[in-house]
């Protein structure tokens, strides 16, 4: 199937306004007979299913969680972008579209980029409205602060909690049209598989997490909100449940999977402690505005202090080796999230890392306690002082902080149009879930932006173009024979994994493809070291189908029985992100090909991979087949990032 | 530093079943160890003698997503301030020590299984009218209505409630005062909130009896508990609403 | 008055009756230590004779007695409604806990302070009450009378003087004056709470106030019974 992403004609500056004017709409009578699934209760998933059941339609939202409040999107720290200019700094919608794609690393569709960026501007005016506390100046208007190395202050906050506040409001939004009657909310019920009809999305099977029952739901259209995969590492800022399933048993009823390999690596999280480590802590990135990243110069130091023979403060100035000023000048400690997630990781490679386990570099902030008062990094730095002192024990501002990188957010995801349908007609992915806004690399404080702007702003609109073909469909009856075969597929799963009775559990699988992950599919990747993965993770998920042991019953309530299944996915898709790796031989944003570089810097390669790799499900055994969808730069002039 | 540990763990297979305290005893211990990663390795240890692991809520694991509960030697989120289960660590803890871990316990939250507990009860009570009423595409712009900075920041603080249920859990009464007075003070505090105030403090406490809590005596255990230090000044807040929509406002209850 | 019941039987609502009744009997409180406060004029009782003499007859104040009844059996009744209510609220309760971590043992304790007070409270009013008012009626002994001016008064101050002879009764007010003590400090500010008054600049200053008049109330109800029992008083 040829790729056809949609994009309406026109000026860029004029698509989206055109596309609204022309969209067909659906009257409300008939909205009150489509019912559309929402998979997912994150800022995408929250806002979407409110939105649409404020136009009329009929919602049923579905959430593993005990509450929709609980997506893991509430996590999120630093701020949401808006070109609103407030700050009179120049800001304008064009400048946020192109500092996203040039973000992106020039690997993002400049028509959604646009259309986000236009529809920012809304979502601040909207949370505004549902009450969402955001961070005011004295007189009562809104503040903004620069984040991320942008040159305008347009990020919004509410303090170091914005997701979180973003989310509630979302969240009162859907809980307000539950109350109406006009969502129905699922709870604890895990989405295991989609149904398709003659080759439309039809509904899905859903297993009730409280008493592991199976359930299929019908909806005239299907809209996965369920993140992104980081969790495929094991260790990442994701929440524990964060999983691929909803998005994986898409890929395995027909649509495509875009860009996998593109992994956020984030710098600045408080290293592996030990083996017992079940997820990494972010601190804001803002850290890096004051304090100093060094490790030793030799390794003897380093190891010195990894067995606990010297302190850091034992080493004299001239045996450190600040390396991120020493090979980037002009930005310094303030280089990309990739740039120093990747010279971290070569320092420990170097055998220069410290810390226990050697996988941490110090971030020192003895300089700028001396330049402006300790009273001053407190009140700039407080809370994440005390959150770092509260994890560790150590007192950063007597010891120099540990700090490593970690996974953090996945650029990649189901393919989707302009209309963020995916290659299954009926199938929408929104949020992380998609593959659309980011390109290779995501800015800081546009994750939420991107969310809310699907939820609240585009999938109103676009969902129409299809809906509005749909108006003579009836609710097809669950006894269906797709929706039989469906839930007879997962029930056998399910059953299989149960039956096993291996002997190793569930997470000691996790670990071994998180770390195989990590090792080759990390912050710097070659094309043995892919090849050599892809292997790997064959064999494991070979083992893991004949040795995983899962305890209890299907039938009840079974964490072991939800972790497993969430695994078996991870465990394809993680070979899915190896294929993609490798065939994308240059270096861009999110994916560091250590054979493409030049003096250290990623080297892209425009002529030959400027385009999205979707990609399409062939069976399990057998190679995916990769679809080109070219991207085709009108507006901007494709630049190479330099930092030094 | 590692410690031994003795655990009693709540454990009942289903809602219906009949619950227990069971003891397990578990070595090296690492004192950098999270709360929840101890229990993740004591479930390790149980899955490896096929023995079912213990189920227990959880999911971001940094303290903001509200998930984590378990009421730790006597206290809802253990024995430290200011802090949720999963930011507790076993550094709080000495080597030798018997821990207790029993699940939240309230009429309004019943056991699903060992430690998790079912507070679907908090989301009712928002869907009652813990919201504005703005449908998406009304607003005007953010800026048109200046807040007081005071009052955007009281919000702010009210609205950093994670709806863990730890003020539940804490209360003698298993009083829902905190959570709801945190959220009917979020948006009473704002100008948006003000055309619903009324409707939303009845509705809200309306909710609140009928899903069982109990009332509010002001111990103010639930703000001492509480993982975000949300005030009672918020409980306060809610009674001046509820009284004023009760006896001051011509508002009828439904 | 569908509202009005629905407000009533609220859970807010119940404690707003749990304040307002309190607050009153707050105001009872002073009045009643302000009058036997009389005694430590150590004039013989005159003062006090005359004091309880005028509040035993004028018209409002009696009045007011049966508000006051009213208000203290509703004060009753109310907290036992609740009390039983927010034992509902945890059908089953934790094997392990520790409140002393989180709150005071009197703002848990309010129940059962009550009820020792309550229990003080009958046989205070078998002391007193019921044989200045119920006197000659019901089988109970009439006071003496005594003669203040040109009036003859029912000689209350004997029956004090009397009554705290014993170092039984003496125990038992000091008790429920203690008791009393606890309910207040915590009660004092909980009804301000329960009506809505949680101000920065405010609260402390209830909050001292109230701890302040608890102590002071109950001193003085306290030195009562001891100073007759010591013989300061005569």
Same mark, same amino acid.
């Given at each position: 199937?040829?790729?056809?992403?949609?994009?309406?004609?026109?000026?860029?500056?004029?698509?989206?306004?055109?596309?609204?004017?022309?969209?067909?709409?659906?009257?409300?009578?008939?909205?009150?007979?489509?019912?559309?699934?929402?998979?997912?209760?994150?800022?995408?998933?929250?806002?979407?299913?409110?939105?649409?059941?404020?136009?009329?339609?009929?919602?049923?939202?579905?959430?593993?969680?005990?509450?929709?409040?609980? %997506?893991?999107?509430?996590?999120?720290?630093?701020?949401?972008?808006?070109?609103?200019?407030?700050?009179?700094?120049?800001?304008?919608?064009?400048?946020?579209?192109?500092?996203?794609?040039?973000?992106?690393?020039?690997?993002?569709?400049?028509?959604?980029?646009?259309?986000?960026?236009?529809?920012?501007?809304?979502?601040?005016?909207?949370?505004?409205?549902?009450?969402?506390?955001?961070?005011?100046?004295? =007189?009562?208007?809104?503040?903004?602060?620069?984040?991320?190395? %942008?040159?305008?202050?347009?990020?919004?906050?509410?303090?170091?909690?914005?997701?979180?506040?973003?989310?509630?409001?979302?969240?009162? %939004?859907?809980?307000?049209?539950?109350?109406?009657?006009?969502?129905?909310?699922?709870?604890?019920?895990? $989405?295991?598989?989609?149904?398709?009809?003659?080759?439309?999305?039809?509904?899905?099977?859903?297993?009730?997490?409280?008493?592991?029952?199976?359930?299929?739901?019908?909806?005239?259209?299907?809209?996965?909100?369920?993140?992104?995969?980081?969790?495929?590492?094991?260790?990442?800022?994701?929440? $524990?449940?964060?999983?691929?399933?909803?998005?994986?048993?898409?890929?395995?009823?027909?649509?495509?999977?875009?860009?996998?390999?593109?992994?956020?690596?984030?710098?600045?999280?408080?290293?592996?402690?030990?083996?017992?480590?079940?997820?990494?802590?972010?601190?804001?990135?803002?850290?890096?505005?004051? =304090?100093?990243?060094?490790?030793?110069?030799?390794?003897?130091?380093?190891?010195?202090?990894?067995?606990?023979?010297?302190?850091?403060?034992?080493?004299?100035?001239?045996?450190?080796?600040?390396?991120?000023?020493?090979?980037?000048?002009?930005?310094?400690?303030?280089?990309?999230?990739?740039?120093?997630?990747?010279?971290?990781?070569?320092?420990?490679?170097?055998?220069?890392?410290?810390?226990?386990?050697?996988?941490?570099?110090?971030?020192?902030?003895?300089?700028?306690?001396?330049?402006?008062?300790?009273?001053?990094?407190?009140?700039?730095?407080?809370?994440?002082?005390?959150?770092?002192?509260?994890?560790?024990?150590?007192?950063?501002?007597?010891?120099?902080?540990?700090?490593?990188?970690?996974?953090?957010?996945?650029?990649?995801?189901?393919?989707?149009?302009?209309?963020?349908?995916?290659?299954?007609?009926?199938?929408?992915?929104?949020?992380?879930?998609?593959?659309?806004?980011?390109?290779?690399?995501?800015?800081?404080?546009?994750?939420?932006?991107?969310?809310?702007?699907?939820?609240?702003?585009?999938?109103?609109?676009?969902?129409?173009?299809?809906?509005?073909?749909?108006?003579?469909?009836?609710?097809?009856?669950?006894?269906?024979?797709?929706?039989?075969?469906?839930?007879?597929?997962?029930?056998?799963?399910?059953?299989?994994?149960?039956?096993?009775?291996?002997?190793?559990?569930?997470?000691?699988?996790?670990?071994?493809?998180?770390?195989?992950?990590?090792?080759?599919?990390?912050?710097?990747?070659?094309?043995?070291?892919?090849?050599?993965?892809?292997?790997?993770?064959?064999?494991?998920?070979?083992?893991?189908?004949?040795?995983?042991?899962?305890? =209890?019953?299907?039938?009840?309530?079974?964490?072991?029985?939800?972790? %497993?299944?969430?695994?078996?996915?991870? $465990?394809?898709?993680?070979?899915?992100?190896?294929?993609?790796?490798?065939?994308?031989?240059?270096?861009?944003?999110?994916?560091?090909?250590?054979?493409?570089?030049?003096?250290?810097?990623?080297?892209?390669?425009?002529?030959?991979?400027?385009?999205?790799?979707?990609?399409?499900?062939?069976?399990?055994?057998?190679?995916?087949?990769?679809?080109?969808?070219?991207?085709?730069?009108?507006?901007?002039?494709?630049?190479?990032?330099?930092?030094? | 530093?590692?410690?031994?540990?003795?655990?009693?763990?709540?454990?009942?297979?289903?809602?219906?079943?009949?619950?227990?305290?069971?003891?397990?005893?578990?070595?090296?211990?690492?004192?950098?160890?999270?709360?929840?990663?101890?229990?993740?390795?004591?479930?390790?240890?149980?899955? *490896?003698?096929?023995?079912?692991?213990?189920?227990?809520?959880?999911?971001?694991?940094?303290?903001?997503?509200?998930?984590? *509960?378990?009421?730790?030697?006597?206290?809802?989120?253990?024995?430290?301030?200011?802090?949720?289960?999963?930011?507790?660590?076993?550094?709080?803890?000495?080597?030798?020590?018997?821990?207790?871990?029993?699940?939240?316990?309230?009429?309004?939250?019943?056991?699903?299984?060992?430690?998790?507990?079912?507070?679907? &009860?908090?989301?009712?009570?928002?869907?009652?009218?813990?919201?504005? *009423?703005?449908?998406?595409?009304?607003?005007?712009?953010?800026?048109?209505?200046?807040?007081?900075?005071?009052?955007?920041?009281?919000?702010?603080?009210?609205?950093?409630?994670?709806?863990?249920?730890?003020?539940?859990? &804490?209360?003698?009464?298993?009083?829902?005062?905190?959570?709801?007075? &945190?959220?009917?003070?979020?948006?009473?505090?704002?100008?948006?909130?003000?055309?619903?105030?009324?409707?939303?403090?009845?509705?809200?406490?309306?909710?609140?009896? &009928?899903?069982?809590?109990?009332?509010?005596?002001?111990?103010?255990?639930?703000?001492?508990?509480?993982?975000?230090?949300?005030?009672?000044?918020?409980?306060?807040?809610?009674?001046?609403?509820?009284?004023?929509?009760?006896?001051?406002?011509?508002?009828?209850?439904? | 008055?569908?509202?009005?019941?629905?407000?009533?039987?609220?859970?807010?609502?119940?404690?707003?009756?749990?304040?307002?009744?309190?607050?009153?009997?707050?105001?009872?409180?002073? @009045?009643?230590?302000?009058?036997?406060?009389?005694?430590?004029?150590?004039?013989?009782?005159?003062?006090?004779?005359?004091?309880?003499?005028?509040?035993?007859?004028?018209?409002?104040?009696?009045?007011?007695?049966?508000?006051?009844?009213?208000?203290?059996?509703?004060?009753?009744?109310?907290?036992?409604?609740?009390?039983?209510?927010?034992?509902?609220?945890?059908?089953?309760?934790?094997?392990?806990?520790?409140?002393?971590?989180?709150?005071?043992?009197?703002?848990?304790?309010?129940?059962?302070?009550?009820?020792?007070?309550?229990?003080?409270?009958?046989?205070?009013?078998?002391?007193?009450?019921?044989?200045?008012?119920?006197?000659?009626?019901?089988?109970?002994?009439?006071?003496?009378?005594?003669?203040?001016?040109?009036?003859? @008064?029912?000689?209350?101050?004997?029956?004090?003087?009397?009554?705290?002879?014993?170092?039984?009764?003496?125990?038992?007010?000091?008790?429920? @004056?203690?008791?009393?003590?606890?309910?207040?400090?915590?009660?004092?500010?909980?009804?301000?709470?329960?009506?809505? @008054?949680?101000?920065?600049?405010?609260?402390?200053?209830?909050?001292?106030?109230?701890?302040?008049?608890?102590?002071?109330?109950?001193?003085?109800?306290?030195?009562?019974?001891?100073?007759?029992?010591?013989?300061?008083?005569?």
């Amino acid at each position: 199937m040829a790729l056809d992403s949609k994009i309406p004609a026109g000026d860029l500056q004029q698509k989206w306004e055109d596309y609204k004017n022309h969209v067909k709409l659906v009257n409300p009578s008939n909205k009150r007979k489509l019912e559309i699934i929402v998979v997912g209760t994150g800022l995408a998933g929250s806002s979407a299913a409110a939105t649409l059941a404020e136009l009329g339609y009929k919602v049923k939202a579905f959430c593993y969680q005990d509450s929709p409040r609980r %997506a893991h999107s509430i996590a999120a720290q630093g701020g949401i972008n808006a070109a609103k200019n407030y700050k009179n700094d120049g800001d304008s919608v064009y400048r946020l579209f192109y500092d996203t794609i040039k973000g992106g690393d020039f690997r993002a569709r400049e028509a959604n980029v646009y259309r986000l960026a236009e529809v920012s501007v809304n979502i601040i005016d909207q949370c505004v409205a549902q009450g969402v506390p955001f961070a005011r100046e004295y =007189g009562g208007l809104l503040d903004n602060r620069s984040f991320g190395g %942008a040159q305008v202050s347009r990020t919004f906050y509410a303090r170091g909690q914005t997701g979180q506040q973003l989310l509630i409001g979302a969240y009162q %939004a859907l809980e307000r049209q539950i109350g109406l009657g006009n969502v129905q909310m699922y709870s604890r019920h895990e $989405m295991l598989d989609v149904v398709t009809i003659d080759g439309k999305a039809r509904g899905i099977i859903a297993r009730d997490l409280v008493t592991g029952k199976l359930e299929r739901h019908f909806g005239h259209a299907v809209l996965l909100c369920t993140g992104g995969y980081g969790n495929v590492f094991f260790l990442s800022t994701n929440a $524990m449940g964060c999983n691929v399933t909803a998005a994986w048993k898409a890929y395995k009823r027909g649509a495509y999977f875009g860009n996998p390999c593109y992994t956020q690596i984030h710098p600045t999280c408080i290293p592996v402690s030990g083996e017992y480590q079940s997820k990494l802590t972010l601190m804001s990135e803002s850290l890096r505005n004051d =304090g100093r990243v060094w490790v030793p110069k030799t390794q003897e130091d380093a190891k010195a202090i990894r067995e606990g023979r010297k302190k850091p403060t034992d080493i004299a100035e001239d045996a450190r080796d600040y390396y991120l000023e020493r090979k980037y000048p002009s930005y310094g400690n303030l280089a990309p999230r990739d740039i120093s997630s990747r010279a971290a990781k070569e320092a420990c490679d170097d055998g220069r890392g410290v810390g226990e386990s050697g996988l941490a570099v110090y971030l020192d902030f003895a300089d700028a306690i001396k330049r402006l008062g300790k009273h001053v990094i407190e009140e700039r730095y407080g809370n994440l002082f005390d959150m770092y002192s509260h994890i560790t024990a150590e007192d950063p501002y007597s010891v120099p902080m540990r700090i490593y990188p970690a996974v953090h957010y996945t650029m990649g995801g189901l393919w989707v149009d302009y209309d963020l349908m995916t290659t299954v007609p009926g199938l929408y992915a929104l949020g992380e879930a998609n593959f659309s806004d980011h390109g290779a690399n995501r800015l800081g404080a546009s994750a939420l932006m991107q969310g809310l702007a699907d939820g609240y702003f585009v999938i109103p609109y676009t969902i129409g173009a299809y809906l509005s073909g749909e108006i003579f469909t009836k609710a097809i009856p669950t006894d269906h024979p797709a929706f039989v075969e469906a839930e007879n597929h997962v029930q056998t799963t399910l059953n299989n994994l149960l039956s096993i009775q291996g002997t190793k559990s569930v997470d000691q699988y996790h670990k071994e493809l998180g770390k195989i992950m990590w090792d080759y599919c990390g912050m710097a990747r070659t094309a043995e070291g892919l090849t050599k993965a892809r292997d790997m993770v064959r064999k494991l998920r070979a083992e893991f189908w004949q040795n995983v042991r899962v305890t =209890g019953k299907a039938d009840e309530l079974n964490q072991d029985l939800e972790k %497993a299944q969430r695994v078996a996915d991870f $465990m394809e898709l993680g070979e899915l992100m190896i294929v993609d790796a490798l065939e994308r031989n240059e270096s861009c944003g999110g994916h560091f090909r250590v054979e493409f570089q030049e003096e250290g810097e990623a080297k892209r390669n425009d002529d030959t991979y400027a385009y999205v790799a979707a990609w399409e499900f062939k069976g399990i055994e057998n190679n995916p087949v990769m679809h080109k969808e070219e991207l085709k730069f009108e507006e901007v002039k494709l630049a190479t990032r330099s930092y030094k | 530093m590692t410690m031994n540990i003795k655990l009693r763990i709540w454990r009942q297979a289903n809602a219906q079943a009949e619950g227990k305290l069971v003891e397990y005893q578990l070595n090296d211990v690492s004192a950098n160890m999270s709360f929840l990663e101890m229990m993740d390795v004591l479930n390790e240890q149980l899955i *490896s003698k096929g023995e079912a692991p213990v189920a227990f809520d959880h999911d971001c694991r940094e303290g903001i997503c509200g998930t984590c *509960s378990m009421y730790i030697n006597g206290r809802a989120h253990g024995p430290q301030k200011l802090s949720t289960t999963c930011q507790l660590y076993m550094r709080n803890f000495t080597d030798g020590e018997t821990i207790t871990i029993e699940p939240f316990r309230a009429k309004g939250f019943p056991v699903l299984k060992d430690l998790c507990v079912d507070r679907s &009860a908090f989301d009712r009570i928002i869907a009652a009218g813990g919201y504005i *009423s703005a449908s998406t595409g009304q607003a005007q712009d953010a800026n048109a209505i200046p807040v007081e900075k005071a009052a955007a920041d009281s919000a702010m603080d009210a609205a950093a409630c994670i709806g863990c249920g730890a003020c539940v859990a &804490a209360c003698k009464n298993a009083s829902a005062m905190l959570f709801v007075s &945190a959220k009917v003070s979020h948006l009473a505090l704002l100008p948006q909130g003000h055309p619903e105030r009324k409707k939303r403090a009845l509705a809200m406490v309306a909710q609140m009896d &009928a899903e069982g809590f109990g009332s509010c005596t002001n111990t103010y255990a639930c703000e001492a508990e509480c993982p975000k230090g949300i005030s009672v000044a918020n409980i306060a807040r809610l009674n001046r609403e509820f009284l004023n929509a009760s006896l001051i406002s011509e508002e009828m209850p439904k | 008055m569908s509202w009005m019941n629905t407000f009533l039987t609220s859970s807010i609502g119940r404690k707003l009756v749990m304040s307002v009744t309190g607050l009153f009997l707050i105001t009872f409180l002073i @009045v009643h230590c302000t009058i036997n406060s009389m005694i430590f004029f150590n004039d013989g009782g005159e003062a006090f004779n005359k004091a309880a003499h005028f509040m035993g007859t004028n018209i409002l104040i009696r009045t007011m007695e049966i508000v006051l009844f009213a208000g203290l059996i509703l004060h009753i009744v109310q907290a036992y409604m609740l009390a039983a209510k927010n034992r509902q609220a945890r059908p089953q309760g934790y094997a392990v806990s520790n409140p002393g971590a989180n709150s005071k043992w009197y703002s848990r304790s309010m129940t059962l302070l009550g009820t020792l007070i309550l229990m003080f409270l009958v046989l205070h009013i078998s002391h007193f009450w019921s044989n200045s008012r119920l006197g000659g009626m019901m089988g109970i002994a009439p006071l003496e009378e005594v003669q203040i001016g040109d009036k003859e @008064v029912l000689n209350l101050y004997q029956d004090m003087m009397v009554t705290f002879q014993s170092p039984f009764v003496i125990v038992i007010y000091v008790l429920g @004056v203690i008791s009393l003590c606890w309910h207040l400090i915590h009660g004092f500010q909980s009804a301000f709470q329960t009506l809505g @008054v949680n101000h920065k600049k405010y609260t402390p200053v209830i909050k001292n106030i109230g701890i302040g008049f608890s102590i002071l109330i109950c001193l003085l109800f306290a030195l009562m019974p001891v100073s007759i029992y010591a013989g300061w008083i005569c």
